[in-house]
């Protein structure tokens, strides 16, 4: 009974996890130069109606931020939440280097989508943001745990599509706010990934995950293990220099220890020939 219990609490952790109309699109980060009060958080609204953004929760890292009741994102469109979006006494602010500098959001072409302030502190060189409606169930992520380069945000490929990868912004200008992600410029920056099972159980024997992978030569490739508090527990490869791989995970730790029943993310990232990375959820069960 008791393993019963365990079993559908994660499946309703797993279901909590559920693709929304809301969905995280793009982040910057890495503000450019030596700036700071210019993050934003990037979101797109795959539904057919207005949505108001108030009726959802975004964890960043440790802090909870409730977005203010009011702050509404177009259907089909793209909205910013961002750390500073009109001037402050004289402060550096998105709309001076996303809009056209008149310290007033909305009065320009350049900023005809809804923008929205919040107090943003996204760390360059990791971090996660959980997208939560306001009943707490959790409907999309991100984590990163290396910095993008100087300025340039993460997109993530298809905004309609919840297990897309993530790239880093292949834009000139560094980043997309309120428009259509920029595409990967060839089909070089393919690469394919399988994960199976994707609920695995403690109780079978040698219970393992394995992980197949492909990427084109002089990519490295990292996979890690993270748990539903973006804590990384396992490391199956770190920018390893072979772009072909199949790893059996035995569900262990980097302690050798096998981990507890719930949810976890098995993130994949690839470097240098490509930039691209994807989490991919698990469920561990008793
Ligand atoms: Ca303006
Ligand atoms: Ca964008």
Redesign the pocket.
């Known amino acids: 009974m008791k393993n019963c219990l365990a079993i559908a609490a994660l499946l309703i952790s797993l279901r909590a996890i559920a693709f929304g109309d809301l969905v995280l699109s793009e982040i910057l980060a890495n503000e450019p130069g030596s700036r700071v009060l210019l993050e934003w958080i990037e979101l797109y609204n795959n539904s057919p109606l207005q949505i108001d953004m108030g009726d959802y929760l975004l964890v960043e890292n440790d802090d909870t931020l409730t977005i203010p009741p009011g702050s509404l994102i177009d259907a089909e469109s793209y909205a910013v939440i961002c750390r500073r979006l009109v001037p402050s006494d004289g402060s550096d602010c998105y ?1 001076y280097h996303w ?10 072409p ?2 005809n989508y809804q923008a929205y302030e919040l107090g943003l502190t996204l760390s360059n060189g990791s971090g996660s943001v959980y997208l939560l409606t306001s009943a707490g169930f959790g409907i999309d992520h991100y984590i990163w745990n290396r910095s993008s380069s100087d300025g340039r945000s993460v997109e993530r490929d298809d905004v309609a599509d919840e297990m897309s990868s993530w790239h880093e912004c292949y834009a000139t200008e560094g980043s997309t706010p309120g428009k259509t992600n920029s595409l990967k410029p060839n089909e070089e920056s393919n690469y394919f990934l399988e994960i199976t099972p994707q609920a695995a159980s403690l109780s079978g024997i040698e219970p393992a995950i394995t992980i197949s992978y492909a990427a084109p030569t002089g990519t490295r490739i990292s996979l890690f293990v993270y748990d539903d508090t973006a804590l990384k527990r396992v490391t199956l490869a770190d920018k390893s220099d072979n772009p072909l791989g199949r790893i059996i995970w035995n569900l262990k730790d980097d302690n050798d220890h096998l981990l507890q029943p719930g949810l976890y993310f098995i993130l994949f990232q690839a470097e240098d020939k490509i930039n691209a990375q994807k989490s991919i959820p698990v469920v561990i069960s008793p």
């Open positions: 709309e809009g056209d500098s008149s310290g007033v959001w909305g009065d320009s350049l900023e």
